[in-house]
């Protein structure tokens, strides 16, 4: 079955509506949440305002922000050559590689608008967090982790695919 997402349209489409609600998102979280103060949802999820000048759980903070910005879109080249090699049966890498896109995009968005990311979810039980993080880390993740199920749970040894 040939997946809408092997396709420039549905692609494209998809990516930009990931992209603005992450955008919505952390628009809404600057304006209406307090910096740096814990607003608990659940008893384990919170919404905490911080900004990140790195990547992924703060790394690489000292580094320049526009070092940061053209690493980012490096690795979203790459990412977008993958995708468009990939076979349009594989929908689960597929979404995959849409999500890490739309991910990476927000992300750098953040740097064009604030001059860092955006994070505002917190996992905590008892005095241990989880470091914060936003909608597009999410997408990301969830990306990562189809992608890797996509090539090593869902192919079948002997098959080519692309």
């Known amino acids: 079955m040939r997946s809408p997402l092997s396709r420039s349209g549905p692609a494209i ?45 703060s790394l690489l903070s000292d580094t ?6 053209g690493m980012r ?27 890490v896109v739309a991910g990476a995009l927000g992300n750098i968005l953040d740097h064009f608008i604030y001059g860092h990311v955006v994070d505002y979810i917190r996992f905590h039980v008892g005095g241990w967090t989880f470091p914060i993080f936003n909608l597009a880390d999410s997408y990301i993740t969830v990306g990562a982790v189809m992608i890797f199920v996509q090539e090593f749970l869902f192919k079948s040894p002997g098959r080519d695919d692309g």
């Open 13 to 57: 489409a998809f990516v930009a509506i990931a992209l603005l609600l992450d955008a919505a998102i952390k628009y809404a979280v600057e304006l209406y949440l307090p910096f740096h103060r814990t607003i608990d949802v659940l008893p384990f999820l919170g919404l905490f305002k911080t900004y990140n000048p790195g990547i992924a759980f």
């Open 64 to 69: 320049n922000g526009w070092a940061l910005v």
């Open 73 to 99: 879109l490096v690795i979203v080249a790459v990412v977008i050559y993958l995708w468009r090699k990939t076979a349009p049966g594989q929908s689960w890498a597929l979404l995959g590689f849409a999500l």
